[in-house]
């Protein structure tokens, strides 16, 4: 079949309009994306860790630790998939989402360890006073520094199963405690009930999460909610890993540190009432050593953050509302110990490769929230893979956009949440159109727009508006011309 790009409207002002709109060819799959569905499977993940053993308590038993033995693992997973994307759960080891696989690449957004090993014991830092990472994302609470339910098994359950629609849950009680966990967490229970549901749509290029935390007693509790995601976009599938291109894409002007991270901040511009400028720390190959840095005070309103993996300009973006949760914390190892490749089952290491970053309910760790008798807490988030995009400047649950102008051009890249649906991508100055037509989103590649902008014109913006073909609307947004 023949396949032959929208017509151009006619520009007026003769303005020249220079575009690049990809995924034309996609018109001759709009039959087989309309009968798409999800689906919900049961398999099973095998894991390597280092010899180890744990109390029953989940205490680290002193004397354990045999890094020279491996120990393969193997936990029961769930998949939800679609035309898009491939979502791997593992409920019972933290209740977590491991692994999506943005299916138009092959390429892995999230970041799990090889080979699992553990660290901190006895130093004090972790409720268990020990930790293992695995990688993915999932919910920690009531404590920070990834709480006390990472390593516990969260009960599964379906909610919902059609051909439009998967939506599980996995959910977990706090009534269980570690006697000798270190004096800055909470002691004793909480009785806070976390549920985690997890939905994938037929028709939607993300996966949309909630998170709900209920306060069953008569009494107000004090707690901590952060989400962890550990990220490397555009990973190889097998082996995904965040390499020097990583940069964190983040609405935020400065962050601050904790004290022994200060070294984190060197070179940057201070901003004083100790804030950095986030400029250096945005880059992963920026990274000195490990450390943690706090957005400061918080993302300036934005409702998104994630990673861009500049190398192929492949991402994962956090979409939510963030007065829910203000708190972003930014955490990696350093990138100096990853220069070189090493091989995790001969020189089994707890730093790996990754960008960690955090969304929690209050602004740092160990600063805690309160939850009301009887109250809840609702965290919605979704999670969008990005291609062909080098920023973000405006997202929420239907598209990301990276909107630039300058006096003479404006730039427009996008990924649309809704593949399947044809977008009319409006651009105006003032009264003159700038760009005015129907796009195919492009699911390999992303969409990209340039306009030119004749002199002349009246205002300091350009006026974008992407709308469905049918009207409905998918983002607006103002660039303002530099």
């Not at 151009?8 to 303005?15: E, H, L, Q, S, T």
């Not at 100096?336 to 020189?347: I, L, Q, V």
């Not at 009264?431 to 306009?451: C, Q, W, Y």
Request: proline letters at 6%; aromatic letters at 10%.
């Amino acid at each position: 079949m023949a396949i032959h790009p929208p017509s151009r409207k006619p520009v007026r002002f003769a303005i020249a309009v220079h575009s690049a709109i990809f995924a034309l060819h996609a018109v001759a799959g709009m039959a087989a994306l309309a009968s798409d569905s999800v689906s919900l499977s049961e398999s099973t993940i095998s894991w390597s860790t280092v010899k180890y053993a744990t109390a029953a308590d989940n205490g680290f038993v002193s004397g354990s630790l045999d890094k020279k033995t491996i120990v393969d693992r193997t936990f029961k997973t769930y998949v939800l998939e679609n035309r898009y994307l491939k979502a791997t759960l593992v409920p019972e080891f933290g209740g977590r989402i491991l692994s999506i696989i943005y299916k138009p690449t092959g390429h892995e957004q999230l970041y799990r360890t090889e080979i699992g090993v553990p660290y901190g014991m006895e130093a004090g830092v972790f409720y268990y006073d020990w930790l293992m990472v695995y990688g993915g994302i999932f919910p920690t609470f009531p404590d920070p520094e990834h709480g006390k339910t990472w390593l516990k098994p969260w009960n599964f359950r379906v909610e919902e199963e059609s051909a439009g629609e998967v939506t599980v849950s996995m959910s977990l009680k706090d009534d269980f405690a570690y006697s000798a966990a270190p004096s800055q967490f909470l002691k004793g229970a909480t009785g806070i009930e976390a549920t985690y549901y997890v939905t994938l749509k037929a028709d939607r290029a993300a996966l949309d999460t909630r998170v709900v935390l209920r306060n069953p007693r008569d009494k107000t509790v004090d707690y901590e909610y952060w989400t962890c995601t550990t990220l490397a976009p555009g990973s190889d599938a097998k082996t995904p890993k965040a390499t020097g291109g990583a940069e964190i894409i983040a609405p935020i002007e400065a962050y601050t540190t904790p004290a022994w991270s200060k070294n984190l901040s060197e070179g940057e511009e201070s901003l004083g009432a100790g804030r950095s400028r986030f400029v250096k720390l945005r880059y992963f190959k920026s990274w000195p050593t490990m450390g943690i840095a706090y957005a400061a005070p918080d993302m300036q309103g934005g409702n998104f953050w994630g990673v861009i993996n500049h190398d192929n300009e492949e991402g994962i973006i956090r979409i939510a509302d963030n007065k829910v949760t203000p708190g972003l914390k930014m955490w990696t190892w350093g990138f100096p110990s990853f220069t070189h490749e090493t091989d995790a089952r001969n020189e089994p290491s707890e730093a790996r490769p990754y960008i960690e970053l955090w969304a929690g309910v209050s602004d740092q760790f160990f600063h805690r929230a309160r939850l009301p008798a009887r109250g809840e807490v609702s965290v919605r988030e979704t999670y969008s893979p990005t291609v062909g995009m080098s920023n973000v400047t405006d997202a929420n649950e239907n598209i990301l956009i990276n909107l630039s102008a300058t006096a003479s051009e404006v730039k427009l890249q996008f990924f649309s949440i809704e593949p399947a649906t044809p977008l009319r991508v409006a651009l105006k100055h003032g009264h003159a159109t700038l760009f005015d037509e129907t796009v195919i989103p492009d699911m390999k590649s992303g969409n990209r727009v340039a306009a030119k902008i004749p002199a002349g014109g009246s205002g300091e913006h350009v006026r974008l508006t992407i709308v469905t073909t049918n009207g409905r609307e998918m983002i607006a947004a103002d660039a303002k011309m530099k």
